[in-house]
């Protein structure tokens, strides 16, 4: 299994940034997926967890009503939208296969694959 995070960069605070995370190997449709960060001398943290259908979203309360999880299973590729970035926002960003018609949860355990992680930097 194999997973590709794009979309990283430099942005200033108030901006926006879309990362992509695309997975192969696996059935990806039946999997539940999510988002994870590490900020520079901190654990990695639960950011954003989706189901497997898509109908359901788990989201870290910091980051609720900026960032959106969402899946496009045709394409076998998870995205976080992310608005009104902060500078604490600054860190590498992972994607992750979750549990087999998993609902997206928090818990770091219920990951399997992670992807190589995407650099996020949100200038003040």
């Known amino acids: 299994v194999q997973l590709q995070a794009s979309g990283g960069g430099l942005v200033q605070a108030g901006g926006s940034l879309r990362l992509s995370c695309t997975t192969s190997?696996?059935?990806?449709?039946?999997?539940?997926m999510g988002w994870f960060r590490q900020a520079p001398g901190k654990e990695r943290e639960f950011v954003a967890g989706i189901s497997w259908s898509g109908d359901s979203t788990n989201t870290q309360d910091s980051v609720k009503g900026r960032f959106t999880i969402s899946r496009d299973n045709a394409k076998s590729t998870v995205y976080l939208q992310m608005n009104s970035l902060k500078p604490e926002d600054t860190a590498v960003y992972y994607c992750?296969?979750?549990?087999?018609?998993?609902?997206?949860?928090?818990?770091?355990?219920?990951?399997?694959?992670w992807g190589q992680g995407t650099l996020v930097t949100v200038s003040s």
């Open positions: 992750a296969t979750g549990r087999l018609a998993g609902l997206g949860s928090y818990l770091q355990n219920e990951y399997t694959y």
């Open positions: 190997g696996r059935t990806f449709s039946s999997y539940s």
